[in-house]
C-alpha cells in the first residue's frame, strides 16, 4: 500500500508541474516575470518604451503638425521605395521621402481619394485602403493586404520605408503580416489608435520582434484622462529594424523630442509625467 501511494504522489507531483508548465507558456511568460502580471494597458505601455540607438539620426518628415513623422533619416539611403498608408489628401512625408532618396512612393487612401502633387518626387496614388484580408466594404471601397500591395508593385522582396495611419486597421494588418514582410521594412513610422484590447499588445510584440521601437509621440489632440499611464488615445511611434539598428545600452532617449510637433502644452506635459523623464 505504501509504495502505491508513493506512485500516486509522484503521478500527481508530474501533472502539476506540467500543468504549471503549460499555463506558463500560454501566458507567454517565465517564471519571475512581473511584467506579465500587469494588465494588458500597462503591458503595452511597457512595450512601447523606446531605446537609445547608436547610429539613428532622428528628423522630422513631412508636415510641421499632423503629417509629419519623426525618423533616422541616415538609415533611410537603401530603401527601394516608400509606402505611405492613410493620406487624406496630403503626404508631406511621402514626397519628402520620395524626392530626398530618388524612389517611388506608393500612396493608399480609400476615403478620401485626392491625389496631391509632388514636384520633382515619383509619388503613385492607389485608391485602396490597407486590411488584414482582400474585400471591398458595403460602399465599395477596396482593402487588400501589405503582402499583395507589395507584391503588386514589384516590392515582394525589396527594401522598403512605411508610414502608416489608417484609424484602427494598423493592428491586424501588422499582427498578420509574414515574417519576411516585416524582415524587409527598414522603418516603420505608424499611429497607432487605441489602448486596451488584447490584440494591441500581441501586434506590439510581434513587431518588436523584428524591431526596435525607436521614438514615441503621443497624439496631443487625442488626450485623454481615462487611459493611464496613456496620456492620450492615439500615438506615434517609430520601429527601426534589428538589421540597421545599433542599441547604445547607455544612451538616454529624449521625450519629448525637439522635433516633436507640441500641438497641447498641457497633454505633452502629461506624457512625459507618467514616462518619468
Not at 527601394?80 to 524612389?103: H, K, L, N, P, Q
Not at 499583395?148 to 508593385?153: E, I
Not at 510581434?206 to 487625442?222: E, M, S
Request: hydrophobic share 40%; proline share 6%.
Amino acid at each position: 500500500m505504501p509504495a502505491k501511494r508513493s506512485a500516486a504522489a509522484v503521478v500527481v507531483l508530474v501533472l502539476l508541474v506540467l500543468a504549471v508548465a503549460a499555463w506558463m507558456l500560454l501566458r507567454g511568460r517565465a517564471p519571475g516575470d512581473t511584467a506579465s502580471d500587469l494588465p494588458p494597458r500597462e503591458q503595452l505601455f511597457a512595450e512601447l518604451q523606446p531605446v537609445a540607438l547608436s547610429n539613428c539620426e532622428l528628423q522630422r518628415f513631412g508636415e510641421p503638425h499632423d503629417g509629419g513623422y519623426i525618423m533616422c533619416g541616415n538609415l533611410l539611403s537603401d530603401v527601394a521605395a516608400g509606402y505611405s498608408y492613410g493620406i487624406s489628401g496630403y503626404d508631406g512625408w511621402g514626397c519628402e521621402v520620395s524626392t530626398r532618396f530618388d524612389v517611388p512612393v506608393h500612396q493608399y487612401d480609400c476615403f478620401d481619394l485626392t491625389q496631391p502633387a509632388c514636384p520633382g518626387g515619383r509619388t503613385i496614388f492607389h485608391a485602396e485602403c490597407v486590411a488584414d484580408r482582400t474585400f471591398a466594404d458595403e460602399a465599395g471601397r477596396p482593402f487588400d493586404t501589405l503582402q499583395n500591395q507589395f507584391a503588386r508593385n514589384g516590392d515582394g522582396a525589396r527594401r522598403v520605408v512605411v508610414k502608416m495611419d489608417v484609424e484602427g486597421a494598423e493592428w491586424t494588418s501588422f499582427l498578420r503580416a509574414p515574417d519576411e514582410l516585416l524582415a524587409r521594412i527598414d522603418q516603420l513610422a505608424i499611429e497607432f489608435h487605441g489602448t486596451d484590447r488584447l490584440r494591441y499588445l500581441q501586434t506590439v510584440r510581434r513587431l518588436k520582434r523584428f524591431f526596435h521601437v525607436a521614438h514615441l509621440h503621443f497624439n496631443n489632440y487625442a488626450c485623454r484622462d481615462d487611459r493611464a499611464p496613456f496620456p492620450a488615445d492615439a500615438y506615434e511611434v517609430l520601429f527601426v529594424n534589428k538589421r540597421i539598428g545599433i542599441v547604445d545600452p547607455v544612451g538616454r532617449v529624449q521625450l519629448p523630442h525637439p522635433l516633436d510637433a507640441p500641438k497641447l502644452p498641457d497633454c505633452h506635459s502629461a506624457a512625459v509625467t507618467v514616462l518619468g523623464h
